[in-house]
T-cell receptor
Framework: GAVVSQHPSRVICKSGTSVKIECRSL??????MFWYRQFPKQSLMLMAT?????????EQGVEKDKFLINHASLTLSTLTVTSAHPEDSSFYIC????????FGPGTRLTVL | QQPVQSPQAVILREGEDAVINCSSS?????VHWYRQKHGEAPVFLMI?????EQKGHDKISASFNEKKQQSSLYLTASQLSYSGTYFC??????????????FGKGTLLTVNP
């Protein structure tokens, strides 16, 4: 199956700092990538759809100025959580679209 | 529109069978099934496209009834490794450029020895 990597796997930061998460499709090109947020024991909530070379499409209620998404190449999308606060602590998962969606291993963000 | 999964949780003994259902009030183009273990990312199991097909590999199979907008995941002779949370992701409409999956709340499957 297709492989998607995500980095870092875990990050702890202080309130007010920005955190960048990278998502890479390793063995296929993905014009579309997705960013999800997942709270404990809950479903995957789509935050935004990232299209290579164009602006991301954000879901209702997701602040685009807080969650900056860049999809600069066919294999890389980044999510930057700006001025992070404790309520941003969560499990962030990216996926890349091939014949289905292939998920990265996720990033556990803890904001102190 | 978030699909509805049932049951919310199920506990099995090794070797028993289980069925997980996923239904939508919207016309669906495809249904995707994933399994997620605690602290890990979802792993793709299979995709079912409009057309009412059934798919399977090993002891896990699934069906898609497009008239009822329902899909079912069948796990037979369950193994300990089947434990995890199962999510269905649904793609509405006729497929195409506005693709996105909407995931159900998940079904927690626990297989005990």
């Amino acid at each position: 199956g297709a492989v998607v990597s995500q980095h870092p796997s875990r990050v702890i930061c202080k309130s007010g700092t920005s955190v960048k998460i990278e998502c890479r499709s390793l063995d296929f090109q993905a014009t579309t990538m997705f960013w999800y947020r997942q709270f404990p024991k809950q479903s995957l909530m789509l935050m935004a759809t990232s299209n290579e070379g164009s602006k991301a499409t954000y879901e209702q209620g997701v602040e685009k100025d807080k969650f900056l998404i860049n999809h600069a190449s066919l294999t890389l999308s980044t999510l930057t959580v700006t001025s992070a606060h404790p309520e941003d602590s969560s499990f962030y998962i990216c996926s890349a679209k091939g014949d289905t969606q292939y998920f990265g291993p996720g990033t556990r963000l803890t904001v102190l | 529109q978030q699909p509805v999964q049932s049951p919310q949780a199920v506990i099995l003994r090794e070797g028993e069978d289980a069925v997980i259902n996923c239904s939508s009030s919207k016309a669906l183009y495809s249904v995707h099934w994933y399994r997620q273990k605690h602290g890990e990312a979802p792993v793709f199991l299979m995709i079912l496209l409009k057309g009412g097909e059934q798919k399977g590999h090993d002891k896990i199979s699934a069906s898609f009834n497009e008239k009822k907008q329902q899909s079912s995941l069948y796990l037979t002779a369950s193994q300990l490794s089947y434990s995890g949370t199962y999510f269905c992701g649904t793609e509405e409409g006729s497929g195409g450029s506005n693709y996105k999956l909407t995931f159900g709340k998940g079904t927690l499957l626990t297989v005990n020895p």
